[in-house]
């Protein structure tokens, strides 16, 4: 048994998570996360990036494991183990459609998790092992970068020869991704306006497709039109950089501009822009619905591209940054305002960001979430001062009632010696000795209370001066 394979647990029931987690730890499997929706499981499957899922077919949410998983093996080409307690004839052909690396019922053996598990590890490492040796390409670094963007990408040579293209782009022309490969971009990519009359004044040699008018060539001819945003894949200084082309069709983006939307989005938007505060609002399919500038610049410095936020946000593993998926999915069902304060640390500089989520309702029902964002690192630290002068005074306080109950005490056996002396009474040894200890202890009592006062007071001075 390989020791240490990474495993991904995707299970709502809480109890049943934890015992499976156990389990795996007792078997020798590290176990890198705990998800119980559809949409947390794909975030943890790309921020995790483990060897295999445990996915349970049923879920909270608007997504089950069946989709959840056809989505994880899409994006990351991970072995999914289905478990279920349901093994009617529709769920089987269902989670049979995905093809998954095993499928279990509940309840299950030790023997039998640690089987299938591994089992499907084997499988899905001779099936990877099989897919290089018959397409070498595929392990390309180039191609293994593409193959992980979620919107479709081609990547073009200056000759126009296609070097690397993902499969969710093939898909769009009908192809697999090898057809593809080695040709020219023209088997590709085509112009919107194939049935226009040819201009005269133009060489039937040069064809300039503009931005607005490119379409994807279909396999069986017919052709679709698609919106392009362009980049670079640099290849070190002294290569000419290849063109990166990123595609979105009609079906990739709601109606309209993600920053048009009801008026209460554009008018939260517009608000919180004059206010400087980053805000974002998301819809139940976790789609962004409109954002504003800040949030897209704190988006940028995440890591987080302008095409990732065109996208489901349990697809962008670094949107975590900004909350947890699965409060959110809780928020649509509760639709309750929430206040949060959460600490970051940037190298040496540690920010607290309060986000406030606040439900949008229509007819008592939540359709979408907004949170805002605002920046109380000044207010923390205040608070924080304030905190620490008052505990420094009340420790101060504290050190002056030691002192003034080290002088009561001594208070007794001094005026008792007194009265002795001036009643003129016999002081034996035994007496004075004990008098003499007695005092002589307080009195080291007395002179530690006050070096610790001493010691309060100048740290205190320090702390007003910094």
Do not use: C
């Amino acid at each position: 048994m390989p020791q240490g394979s990474k495993i991904l647990i995707v299970e709502d029931e809480m109890i049943i998570s934890m015992e499976i987690k156990q389990k795996l730890r007792g078997m020798g499997y590290e176990v890198v996360g705990q998800a119980i929706t559809g949409e947390s499981a794909i975030l943890k499957a790309g921020e995790t990036n483990p060897d295999l899922v445990l996915m349970d077919i049923r879920l909270k949410g608007e997504m089950d494991g069946i989709t959840a998983a056809k989505r994880i093996i899409e994006l990351y080409d991970l072995p999914i183990i289905f478990l279920t307690a349901h093994s009617d004839k529709a769920t089987l052909e269902r989670a049979i459609a995905v093809s998954p690396s095993g499928y279990l019922l509940k309840p299950f053996k030790e023997r039998e998790l640690m089987t299938n598990i591994e089992m499907s590890l084997h499988k899905h490492r001779i099936k990877k092992k099989v897919r290089e040796e018959i397409h070498p390409e595929t392990i390309s670094e180039l191609g293994k970068k593409i193959a992980t963007l979620s919107l479709p990408a081609i990547v073009l040579s200056k000759s126009g020869i296609i070097e690397e293209i993902n499969q969710k782009a093939a898909d769009i022309a009908g192809f697999i991704k090898q057809e593809l490969i080695g040709k020219p971009a023209s088997v590709f990519f085509t112009s919107q306006k194939t049935n226009e009359i040819p201009d005269p004044s133009v060489s039937s040699d040069t064809e300039m497709i503009l931005p607005d008018q490119v379409a994807v060539r279909k396999k069986d001819g017919s052709i679709i039109p698609v919106t392009l945003t362009s980049g670079f894949v640099f290849q070190g200084s002294e290569k000419t950089p290849y063109s990166l082309m990123l595609l979105e069709t009609g079906d990739d983006t709601e109606d309209g501009s993600i920053l048009v939307g009801p008026d209460i989005i554009r008018h939260l938007v517009a608000l919180t822009t004059t206010l400087r505060l980053p805000a974002f609002v998301i819809d139940k399919g976790m789609m962004l619905a409109g954002y504003n500038p800040m949030f897209a610049e704190l988006a940028r410095k995440a890591g987080i591209s302008q095409y990732m936020l065109n996208r489901p946000l349990y697809e962008t593993p670094k949107f975590s940054f900004f909350g947890d998926l699965q409060d959110m999915q809780e928020m649509f069902r509760g639709g309750e305002t929430e206040r949060r304060i959460r600490k970051y640390t940037f190298g040496e500089v540690i920010k607290f960001i309060e986000f406030t989520r606040i439900p949008l309702k229509k007819d008592g029902v939540t359709t979408h979430i907004a949170t805002i964002m605002d920046d109380v690192t000044n207010e923390r630290h205040a608070l924080f001062e304030a905190e620490k002068f008052k505990k420094e005074y009340a420790d101060l306080y504290a050190a002056l009632e030691h002192i003034r109950g080290i002088s009561s005490e001594m208070r007794i056996p001094i005026q008792d010696l007194l009265l002795k002396i001036s009643d003129r009474d016999s002081l034996d040894q035994g007496y004075i000795f004990e008098m003499t200890e007695r005092i002589s202890d307080l009195i080291a009592k007395l002179d530690t209370a006050w070096i610790h006062y001493a010691e309060l007071k100048d740290q205190m001075s320090k702390d007003e001066k910094s």
